[in-house]
Every structure is written in structure tokens, then in C-alpha cells.
DNA sequence: GCGGTTATGATGCAAGTGCATCGGAAAAGA
DNA sequence: TCTTTTCCGATGCACTTGCATCATAACCGC
């Protein structure tokens, strides 16, 4: 504990200083890890590669995980957290209050990680579910991603229903759950090549449209 | 070709008998990498692992699939054709006329392979999808077999709006895209452990129902 | 029967894997 | 300035990987 980063307090001559901030190397090790994942699937990735890719020695990668398992951990926790801060941020960013449709297809737009500079993310997600079952720690932190973004998405519906944009008799629950379905769905689809970004986000906010009628 | 199947005519004296048939091995081994990877994910499967899966030899193994990545390939396309089969032989099967809503719900529950022994399909497909990036070939397979399904679901629907369940105003080829990221995105919930099955074959349902009203 | 053909399972091999170890360089304390 | 402590990156190591090779064993037409 209590690890301060006193890192480049003088002026570092073009070696890399002693004393290196953990935190940065550990999410550009995680970045690495995304990378190469979303670059040629899980398997391909070995320490020695990763180290490659994030610029550091394998050593480094070796002190700031103790194992491959811990790495991919915290690779999968970074991302996980990336989407859902990204998908609350740009509910909250709203200075402006939206109208509940709005907020639920780009949300959701949003989690279904259509644009490009997501697919990345979309390959290392999928990745990672599809690993799940062979590390139970991994799918740990799934299934508690998922549910805070299951969260997320009924207290969507429920201000659209409070605002009665949405119908009241509709479960929350259960429409939170298709949604996220559906999003989930056609990034799989994007992800298979079956069908282009761009028909996605459209099935996906003409599902929300139909949603508020 | 004309590959004979003279296997065990003679009584073969607890020695496996030279001749063996192929195809049947090949599929044995199939299966072989299905389990592995329902089990323990697509990184653990190598040749000397689904060798013992499958209770053959690795030469065997390797007689049958000329690479690695061939072998994976004749998984995923036996996967995929058992997939497809299992859907239309649902529709086919049915002697007496099903309304077009029983018929789509219960396609969909097989093509989201939510039954407890799916669920290694489930994996399976996941897995590749996953893989899909690194192997062209691979990605040809499932952009294939997602075109059949897809054009499954369309003439599923058309049908309905034949038979009037379904609204004629609605695109079929929209429809579909929406029903089968539905099925995916459920797969993808029910195997990282965010819904269980009969959740999930719930909203699928409802996703039905309200369809065609 | 019997050579010829072919399939078989064991073994070899180079490359790559995750992880442990270690010499030495930089920072800290005296 | 000199020790001490911390930490880095290279190397070593045991192991696994995919694939090639090979002697052997079973079947075939003759």
C-alpha cells in the first residue's frame, strides 16, 4: 500500500526513470492487451507479446501482474469500465434534459460498441465472454458489469416513463433485458460480419422507437 | 471420392480394424473440439488434448484434418450445419399447420440455443465468432450460416404475414435482423451468467408476442 | 501365401509458452 | 561518498505447442 508515484520529479534525461507509475503501465498494458486481442483473438496473446506491443519489457509486465490470468483480469475490468463510464457520461453529460428516446438509443448505441474505434473493444468484449467459463474470476466480473448496465438501462426506461414517453404498463425489467439484448446481438453480428454498423444502429433505434411508439 | 465404408465387416478382434470410417471420425473429433472448447475455451484446445477427447490418436487426428485450423473449421461448420438443421427440421417436422407465432418462437429458442444441452453449442459458436478476425475462412463460415439463418427468419415472417398474425406493413428483412440479434444477444446473456435460460427464453417470447400482437 | 499398399500410433523437433531467477543500475539514507 | 535498498529488464527453464517423420501392422489383389 500507500504507494505515492514520485515519478519524473527531476528532469529525466531521455532514459526512462527509475521509478515508473504503475498505474499508467498497468492500463497501457491493458490497452496492449485489447489490441492484440482485437487483432488476432484471445489466444494469440502471450506475455512476451503483449510486452511487445505495449512498448515495455517482459519484465515490466511480469512485476505489474503476477500472472497472465491477473493481467487479462484487469484488462477486461478496464474496458468494462471504459463502457460504462462512457455510457453514463453521456447521459450525464446532458446539460440540456433530453427526451427519454433519445438518451436510450444513444446509450444503448453506445453499448453495443458500433462505431470503429469501439469494435476493439466489441472483439475483447466477446472475447472475454466466450472465455468465461474456463475462469470463474473473469466471469465474476461480467455478470456484475452486466447487471450495473442492466441498471443502467431500467432507470432509462423508468424516467421515459415517468416522462410518459414510454408506456407505464410496460416492465422495466424486462425490456431492459431485451434491449440489452438486442444491442449485445448485433454487436455479435457487426463482430460476424452479418451485418454493417450502420444497419445495426439502425434495427437498433428503430427497436427504440417502437419502445416509446 | 467413393470412399467405401468396408469398416468391421470381420469379426475385428478387440484390435481396431485398419479401415476406419472417416467421416465418422471426423465428426467424432468434431465434437471432440466442441466439448474442449464448451469446457475450457478455443485457447485450450490442441491437438493432443482433443486427440485424448476423442479417445483417438494424435496421428489420427492429424491423418483426418490436414492443419489445426482445418480441424477447427470442420467443428465450426458441423456446428453450424446442425444448427440450421435443427431449425428447419423444427419447421419441417411439423405435420399438422402451427401458426406462424409458435413457429417463430420456437425456431428462435433453438437458434438462441438456450436448452441446457446447447449450451455447448452456445460456446462453440461464441468462441469462433470471438476467433472470427484471425482466420478469414473461419469468418466466411458464420457470415454463411448467419445469411441462411437470417433468410430462415424472413421466410418465417413473410409466412406470418401471409397467414395475417403478422402485420404486412413491417419489413421482414428488418424484422429478422431484430429477432435474431434478440436470439444472439440472449445467448451471449445466458452464457456469461446474466440471465438464466428460462429468463431468457421469456423475453424471447415476449419479443414474439408482441411481433404479432 | 505374399509382396505392395496404406493407415496407424509413437516419437522427434523447433518454436513458443508462462513463470522464476538474477546481475546490476538507480534511488535513498548515512 | 558509500552503503543499503529497491526495482528493472534480460536470461534461464521446464513445459507445451503444431507439425513432420517413421517403423510397424493390417488389408488388398495376385
Redesign the interface.
Known sequence: MMQVHRKREAGEEQRVPKQVDYEERRLRIAEAVCALI???????VSLRDVAAEADVSMGAVQRCFRTKEDMLLFALEHISQRVSERATQRIAATSTPQSASTLLSHTLAELALLDEESRAGA?VW??F??????SERL?AV??ET??KL?DLVVWLIRYGQDTQEIPPHLDAA?EA??L???????T??V?????SAE??S??LQ??VDRLVQ
Chains 1, 2 share one sequence.
Do not use: F, I
Not at 482485437?38 to 494469440?44: D, F, N, V
Not at 440489452?180 to 448485433?186: N, T
Open positions: 482485437a487483432r488476432s483473438g484471445m489466444e494469440a472483439h466477446l472475447a465472454v466466450s472465455h468465461a467459463p474456463a466471469a461480467l455478470r452486466y447487471g442492466h424486462q433485458h431485451t440489452l439484448a438486442v444491442a449485445d446481438g448485433l455479435v453480428h463482430l460476424a460480419g452479418h451485418q444497419t445495426a439502425a434495427v428503430r427497436h
